[in-house]
């Protein structure tokens, strides 16, 4: 089992520094309902090393859909334990309704978008523990 580091720093605001396996990543940190509803939509380059974390209240069963994406992208659902509940590879833009939704399949609090192919060149896997230690509390409730 790969077990990923997590550790966070507020580089900027609204930014956390995230090390997944050995590789640093800086990660976008959305926790309010409008930005995670942006999410990535529009972004059409995202290397390696960057990506999206987002932070749910408690109870939250997340489900994202790939809608105006222009990239595939990697998710991976993270329960408030730390543990990797469920991975989601290379998974296309949707440029027409409808489209397939990837949620969990029970209450989670965050999901990390990863560029497509990150979770491979990683080696994470569903049942990998991340140390979640360093992020903010639950956000509340919206």
């Not at 987002?54 to 939250?60: L, R």
């Not at 790939?66 to 991976?76: E, G």
Request: with cysteine; hydrophobic share 45%.
């Amino acid at each position: 089992m790969v077990v990923a580091v997590l550790a966070c720093t507020s580089a900027q605001a609204g930014t956390r520094s995230v090390v997944l396996g050995n590789t640093s990543f800086e990660l976008t940190y959305v926790a309010d309902p409008d930005s995670r509803r942006q999410g990535l939509m529009g972004v059409s380059d995202l290397p390696f090393g960057s990506g999206m974390l987002f932070d749910f209240p408690a109870g939250t069963q997340p489900a994202i859909w790939m809608r105006n994406m222009l990239i595939s992208l990697d998710l991976v659902f993270v329960a408030d334990t730390g543990e990797i509940r469920h991975v989601f590879s290379e998974v296309p833009p949707c440029a027409e309704l409808p489209c397939a939704l990837y949620q969990a399949t029970q209450p989670l609090r965050w999901v990390i978008e990863l560029p497509a192919g990150s979770v491979a060149r990683l080696g994470l896997e569903e049942g990998d523990q991340l140390d979640m230690s360093e992020l903010p509390p639950t956000p509340p409730m919206h």
